[in-house]
């Protein structure tokens, strides 16, 4: 044996270097795990683990299990651990069953969680703010149980999509507020547990779910139980507030809950009652009938008279309802704020009427659309509508803008320049002159089909085209021109005249832009990718209200390395080819961090380590302390922490190195709706904002 031992030897050695260098590991999943292990404080109990590389599956790391190269369930409960999970998990994608519970950790829950986890529980910690609006987007989750933390503030309606859920512990927080509509989603849930919380309002929406076990003991509920709830095996409803009067039908008061009765007394109770009363109800079915049966004929010959008198004047109703101005807010949604901006307005008359349902002409009938519902009914009609705007003769412009001298000159791009164009009538607008000798010999196209694209954009958020020019090699596009110019000058060439943007002010410009990009990318059918988004291409009304610009242009941004500048191009942009919608949303998460922290995206007069604006900032975005110290000086301190908070949960997931792990517009604006609501903003909106003016003849990067 000892002969054969040295020939042996050399092949064990390479054997063991060879796994050691390998690894059995994803190293997504790896990279992940250090940063939970370095958030978690190092903790020596989990042997195995390290901050740095290391092979989780091939050396069985502590509380990781595998299939095959992959982390599939990570068990760490009862540890004491102290520090928080890391910014990483959402690599960890597949991670099905994922256990921390009765430890000590605090800091806010993740905004970035195991994606396709079905056993989720973080109970027994110090974990405080509020449910990640992550987990609304977890369609295989099973199993969520937060019980036992800090957690606290009202539950959004974000269940919607957690079907396959069938236990929800949420018991012994601090939440509060009525319950969400979408918990009437939950069509697998047999298990809620609400105890021990400060919810208030009724349990109705519960009614409709197949409930084994229900606990809502110690909140400060009201109403009366959904009769619909009687059924379940184990339910406990002591200790609220539940109204003590006659119940409406199908439902039963819950009289004696706070000195500690049954619901199943309470319901014994109330058929004992319905028996008794049973008698007096067969008595009065006669009676009622007969009062229904002459109020639907009295009600039926009123609908006959007012039929034939509408019938003669329904074209004069036609015009007067459709030629209603109806106004949309660009920068909240109102049945989530309250806010309602006045400025904006489009004229319905404008819409065809054959396709439009008309309800009779009273007060209750009014509705106000949202964005999305608004720009859809325009942008379903105006597909096919003429292309109708104002055609300006290039005299008229040449002397509207010093046959573009530099003195009126407001901006200069990659496919052009930008003047002011003062008109005889005191009319200032914004002419962008497209030079086509920038544009690379391989960018063909048809300037009128541009034009008639462009014609079609309409949402307040975005810079609309009222006019243009086509006349002996000119090519001109006529703007409303923003008096305030954009946003790149606002917060990085800033002067004496300008006081900082408060926080407010940049979270409703972040708001109305992410609007803007969420109708172009979800409500224009096609959808239309922008490939231009920077800040200086945000532009600012008198009010401060966000304008994107450059919309409609994409087909001159063949190259979107030069186009966009450094710092602004999403990691997959090495060719043109590869950007896509999700490549604007990496352009926009760069915005967001610009009004974050005052910086540019790129900027080499700072030290090498932070001269890259996502590179510096990626990794501190959920270190409550480091964002703090990010934070623009010009605020002053000035913010709420929790809306900071939330903010830099949005701009994480914006900038996700992988375009598939980043959200989709319309989620971003759902998540910046509640950064607005964070800010407790509940006058209208414009009251609060910075008073910050540029004069008319400001250049500060426009368009």
Known sequence: MARYFPRVLPLLLFLRLSDLVRGNTDQADVSALN????????????????SSGGDPCGNNWKGIKCSGSSVTKITLSGLQLTGTMGYQLSSLISVTYFDLSKNNLNGDIPYQLPPNTTHLNLAGNALTGGIPYSVSQMNHLKYLNLASNQLSGQLTDMFGELSSLSLLDLSFNRFSGNLPNSFGSLSSLKTLNLQNNQLSGSVDVLATLSLENLNVQNNQFTGWIPNKLKSINNLKVGGNSWSTGKPPPGMVTARDNNNGKSHKSSIKDAKDNKVKKGKQHSDLKGAVI?????????????????????????????DERLSHNRSFSPLADNKFTGLKDSSSSIDIKAIETSSMELKPPAAETQKTYNDNEFANKLNSRGSTDPVSLTIYALADLQAATGSFSSSHLLGQGNIGCVYKAKFNDGKVLAVKKIETSNLSGSCSYDFMEIVSGISRLHHSNIAELLGYCSSSGYQLLVYELQQNGSLHGFLHLSDDYSRPLTWDTRVRIALGTARAIEYLHEVCAPSVVHKNIKSSNILLDTELNPCLADCGLVIFFEDTSENLGPGYNAPECTKPSAYSMKSDVYSFGVVMLELLTGRKPYDSSKPKIEQSLVRWAASQLHDIDALAQMVDPALRGLYPPKSLSRFADVISLCIQPEPEFRPAMSEVVQSLVRCVQRTSIRKRMGRDRSTSRRSNDSNHGYY
Do not use: C, D, E, F
């Open 290 to 318: 007969a009062v229904i049966l002459i109020a639907v004929l009295v009600v039926a010959l009123i609908l006959l008279a007012l039929v034939k008198r509408r019938s003669s004047g329904s074209s004069h109703y036609t």
């Open 35 to 50: 940063v939970m292990y370095s958030s978690l404080n190092s903790p020596p109990q989990l042997t195995g683990w390290s």
